[in-house]
């Protein structure tokens, strides 16, 4: 991902400068192709001037046509979190977007390649939320606190757009920061029990190691992420509830994947989670 003219720093200014019909019709493309996989147009080469608070209007608008035909938010996933992500689209913090509750494929199910539009693999750690989390001001130790237990788990990236538009940060955060799906692994371990901060993980495609990382590249702890991402829900008017799956942040490259490929994670002492793409 590589941003181009009009990217902007994440945080935004307050201000949602386009019309809420555009807001509107924006969300309802996006949901349809979700929907139908008839992808649309990416809202920055819709209109050139969009901004980090209109992209977050759009999500926001797309949340509510879902709750609306029936999907309920089963948590949220945090992207952006490595320096190099950042740089590359002209934020200077993450950015999120909502993880719904069609979303989950389960360990030993393949998944159609044919329903995605442009995936690719990132390996991440899932926090499973035991209480309420809410901002503002909350740290790392509310987070341990309010943590049941963290698993491993594969987020499939992907977008609904037909191709890239000039602000690509805008355009990631208006379609759920890019989320696609979650494969969770079967292997919960509590935070005091590990230190997630020196936790590896590999990624292989069809037995191949492709890429390798550590879990200190997101934020230099995940746990930070959660805090930051806590403190961010409370400037919209929402926190992390109990049950909610939260993805901190990929520590590997994000891989491209295609049909007849198998994508294995493991992680030092939490095992390891596969994924089975099909035609």
């Given at each position: 991902?590589?941003?181009?003219?009009?990217?902007?720093?994440?945080?935004?200014?307050?201000?949602?400068?386009?019309?809420?019909?555009?807001?509107?019709?924006?969300?309802?493309?996006?949901?349809?192709?979700?929907?139908?996989?008839?992808?649309?147009?990416?809202?920055?080469?819709?209109?050139?001037?969009?901004?980090?608070?209109?992209?977050?209007?759009?999500?926001?608008?797309?949340?509510?046509?879902?709750?609306?035909?029936?999907?309920?938010?089963?948590?949220?996933?945090?992207?952006?979190?490595?320096?190099?992500?950042?740089?590359?689209?002209?934020?200077?913090?993450?950015?999120?977007?909502?993880?719904?509750?069609?979303?989950?494929?389960l360990?030993?199910?393949?998944?159609?390649?044919?329903?995605?539009?442009?995936?690719?693999?990132?390996?991440?750690?899932?926090?499973?939320m035991k209480?309420?989390?809410?901002?503002?001001?909350?740290?790392?130790?509310?987070?341990?606190?309010?943590?049941?237990?963290?698993?491993?788990?594969?987020?499939?990236?992907?977008?609904?757009?037909k191709?890239?538009?000039?602000?690509?940060?805008?355009?990631?955060?208006?379609?759920?920061?890019?989320?696609?799906?979650?494969?969770?692994?079967?292997?919960?371990?509590?935070?005091?029990?590990v230190?997630?901060?020196?936790?590896?993980?590999?990624?292989?495609?069809?037995?191949e190691?492709?890429?390798?990382?550590?879990?200190?590249?997101?934020?230099?702890?995940?746990?930070?992420?959660v805090?930051?991402?806590?403190?961010?829900l409370?400037?919209?008017?929402?926190?992390?509830?109990?049950?909610?799956?939260?993805?901190?942040?990929?520590?590997?490259?994000?891989?491209?994947?295609?049909?007849?490929?198998?994508?294995?994670?493991?992680?030092?002492?939490?095992?390891?989670?596969?994924?089975?793409?099909?035609?």
């Amino acid at each position: 991902m590589v941003g181009g003219p009009g990217c902007e720093k994440s945080g935004g200014t307050g201000v949602v400068t386009l019309a809420a019909a555009d807001i509107q019709k924006i969300a309802e493309d996006i949901w349809h192709a979700e929907q139908t996989g008839e992808w649309t147009e990416a809202p920055s080469n819709r209109f050139p001037g969009i901004t980090v608070d209109d992209g977050y209007a759009i999500g926001t608008a797309v949340r509510d046509l879902k709750i609306a035909a029936g999907r309920s938010i089963k948590g949220h996933k945090i992207g952006l979190t490595s320096k190099a992500m950042r740089d590359m689209t002209g934020a200077t913090e993450p950015d999120y977007g909502y993880i719904y509750d069609d979303w989950f494929v389960l360990e030993g199910e393949a998944i159609q390649r044919s329903r995605l539009n442009h995936p690719m693999i990132e390996v991440e750690l899932a926090f499973v939320m035991k209480e309420e989390l809410k901002g503002p001001s909350v740290n790392v130790a509310d987070v341990i606190r309010a943590t049941d237990f963290v698993l491993p788990a594969l987020e499939i990236v992907d977008s609904r757009y037909k191709d890239h538009g000039p602000n690509m940060l805008v355009d990631s955060i208006a379609d759920t920061a890019w989320c696609g799906g979650v494969v969770l692994g079967g292997n919960p371990v509590r935070l005091n029990d590990v230190d997630i901060r020196r936790m590896g993980a590999s990624l292989s495609v069809n037995g191949e190691i492709i890429e390798t990382g550590a879990a200190v590249a997101v934020m230099s702890n995940p746990i930070s992420a959660v805090a930051w991402l806590a403190n961010t829900l409370h400037k919209f008017g929402t926190s992390m509830q109990p049950g909610d799956v939260i993805l901190s942040g990929s520590f590997v490259r994000a891989v491209p994947f295609d049909a007849n490929q198998s994508l294995v994670a493991l992680f030092d002492g939490l095992g390891e989670v596969t994924l089975k793409v099909m035609e």
